[in-house]
C-alpha cells in the first residue's frame, strides 16, 4: 500500500477496494493465457474464503492512517454476509457490472439496505462482439435507450449513465462508473448529471434486464462461474 500511495503521489486514500473474492493460485495470468478457447478459467483457482484475511489487513489501514474507506468488487449476497459474520466493518462499497441489461437487483437491493454503495463498472454496456440473447444488440444500439436519449435530448452514454444513478431509487446509492481519455467523452460522459430521465423512461429501460454480462469472472464460491447473484 505504501508503495501505491508513492506512485499516486498521495499521503492517504479515499477507498481501498478488493478487486475479487478469491485467489489464484497460479502466477502466470497475462491474457489471453488466462482463459481457455472456451472462455473457462485456465488458471488454478482459490476458492477458499481468504478474503477474510485481506479484508482484516485493509481494515487496519483505516487505523493507520493510510485510507478513509475500505470496499469490496465483485461480492454475491452469499459472500458479503460471509463477510459480515466475520468483522465488524461493513465495506463501504460493492464494485459489481451494473447496466441495463444486468441490473443485479437482489444483490442491489441487498446492498441498499446495507447502505453499501453499489460502483457500477461497464455502465455504458461493451463493444463485445457477445450480446443478449433477447434484445440482441448493444445498449447504444437498443431502441429503448435511443427513444429515451432522443425525447430527453441527451446522448445513449448520457441517458445510460443518468439510469445507472436513478435506476434503483434509493438516492445515488449506485454510482456509475466510467473511463475515457477523450476530453469529448469526458465532457459528454459529465453531461449526465442535472437532469432526471423520467419515471416511464427509467422503467422501459430497466425492463431490458437479462441478467446478461458482458465479462464473466473466473468462479463462485460454489464453483461455476461468479456472477455476482445468490441462487
Known amino acids: 500500500m505504501r508503495d501505491t500511495l508513492t506512485e499516486l503521489k498521495l499521503d492517504r486514500l479515499d477507498l481501498f477496494l478488493m478487486h475479487w473474492p478469491f485467489a489464484f493460485e497460479d502466477v502466470n495470468l497475462h491474457y489471453p493465457s488466462a482463459r481457455l478457447s472456451d472462455g473457462s478459467p485456465n488458471p488454478q483457482v482459490s476458492m477458499k474464503c481468504e478474503y477474510k484475511a485481506t479484508w482484516d489487513a485493509m481494515c487496519s489501514l483505516r487505523s493507520l492512517g493510510i485510507c478513509d474507506n475500505v470496499g469490496v468488487s465483485n461480492f454475491t449476497v452469499e459472500q458479503m454476509e460471509d463477510l459480515k459474520s466475520t468483522s465488524d466493518v461493513k465495506p463501504y462499497a460493492n464494485q459489481i457490472e451494473y447496466h441495463p441489461y444486468c441490473s443485479n437487483d437482489k444483490l442491489r437491493k441487498y446492498c441498499a439496505d446495507e447502505g453499501v454503495k453499489i460502483m457500477a463498472y461497464s455502465p455504458l454496456g461493451s463493444s463485445s462482439s457477445t450480446l443478449p ?99
Not at 444500439?141 to 435506476?167: C, F, I
Not at 445515488?172 to 477523450?182: A, E, L
Not at 446478461?212 to 461455476?224: L, Q, V
Request: proline share 1%.
Open 133 to 231: 440473447a433477447v434484445s440482441g444488440c448493444g445498449l447504444h444500439e437498443n431502441l429503448l435507450v435511443k427513444e429515451a436519449a432522443e425525447d430527453h435530448g441527451k446522448t445513449t452514454a448520457q441517458v445510460l449513465l443518468n439510469w445507472s444513478r436513478t435506476s434503483d431509487g434509493s438516492d445515488g446509492n449506485v454510482v456509475p462508473i466510467v473511463k475515457s481519455s477523450n476530453e469529448g467523452r469526458i465532457v459528454e460522459n459529465l453531461g449526465s448529471l442535472g437532469w432526471e430521465l423520467n419515471s416511464e423512461k427509467v422503467k422501459s429501460i430497466s425492463g431490458l434486464n437479462e441478467d446478461f454480462r458482458f465479462f464473466k469472472s473466473y468462479g463462485g464460491m460454489n464453483g461455476g462461474w461468479h456472477d455476482g447473484v445468490l441462487e
